[in-house]
């Protein structure tokens, strides 16, 4: 894998975990220590990105299968790293990305039942390679995970499936940061937001030393 000037930090985990909001706090934060840093959110981030992903959350798509959903995302992915992560890698900054290849392992892979090595590859495949330098897991239980997000908005297609789906989808999660245990770390997520941010910025600081 090919090594930039920049780091490449994604936060991943279940829904409500409080990736959008530690994202945010975790660039705030390395600004301040005077870093250059920026946020992007998968799928998202570039405008074919941002048209992918209104497919993929379109609740007037309910049955999409499990593989085209794994094309999408990775083709949404494909744009972003070419676009924004690699080219802000290139030139020294600290990316933070809400959620990355991890989601469609946990999500298509663990509880949509797409081989998750195949996931892998195809993420290998359309990152060109790029791999992120650290994924932080922000565990949470499921339930308390879906009333987060439902005292925001209404669930979404993916949020409207199952309980026993969301409930692979954590397993997943801790599966792979159990696997690749260089490459995860896992903050519980069910503390005060500064307390979950401390264990998030200890995690990036070993990262970035
Ligand atoms: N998806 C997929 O299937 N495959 C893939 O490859 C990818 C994604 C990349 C959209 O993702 C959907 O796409 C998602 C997975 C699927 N399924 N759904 N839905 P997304 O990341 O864009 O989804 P989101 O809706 O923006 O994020 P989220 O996961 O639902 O939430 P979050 O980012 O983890 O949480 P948050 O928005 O920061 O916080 C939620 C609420 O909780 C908010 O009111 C916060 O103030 C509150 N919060 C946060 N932290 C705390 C703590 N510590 N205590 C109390 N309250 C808290």
Not at 117 to 122: D, G, P, R, S
Not at 126 to 138: H, K, M, N, S
Not at 160 to 167: F, G, I, M, T, V
């Amino acid at each position: 894998m090919a090594t930039y000037p920049g780091k490449f930090i994604v936060l991943d985990g279940p829904e409500g975990a409080g990736k959008t909001t530690q994202v945010e706090r975790l660039v705030h934060r390395l600004r301040r220590d005077g870093r250059q840093a920026t946020a992007v959110r998968d799928p998202g981030s570039t405008p074919v990105s941002e048209r992918i992903r209104d497919i993929l959350l379109d609740k007037r798509l309910p049955d999409m299968d499990a593989r085209t959903e794994v094309f999408l995302y990775m083709a949404s992915r494909a744009e972003m790293v070419a676009r924004i992560i690699r080219p802000a890698l290139e030139v020294g900054l600290v990316v933070v990305c809400d959620r990355f290849v991890s989601s469609t392992v946990a999500y298509q892979g663990a509880a949509g039942g797409v081989d998750t090595a195949l996931i892998w590859e195809l993420g290998r495949i359309a990152c060109a390679g790029l791999e992120p330098d650290l994924t932080v897991i922000l565990d949470l239980d499921v339930e308390a995970g879906l009333a987060r997000r439902e005292r925001e908005r209404p669930r979404d297609r993916i949020e409207s499936k199952q309980r026993a789906y969301h409930e692979k989808v954590r397993r997943g999660f801790l599966a792979m940061a159990r696997e690749r245990p260089q490459e995860f770390a896992v903050v519980d997520a069910s503390r005060p937001l500064d307390e979950v941010a401390r264990d998030i910025e200890e995690a990036v600081a070993r990262v970035l030393r």
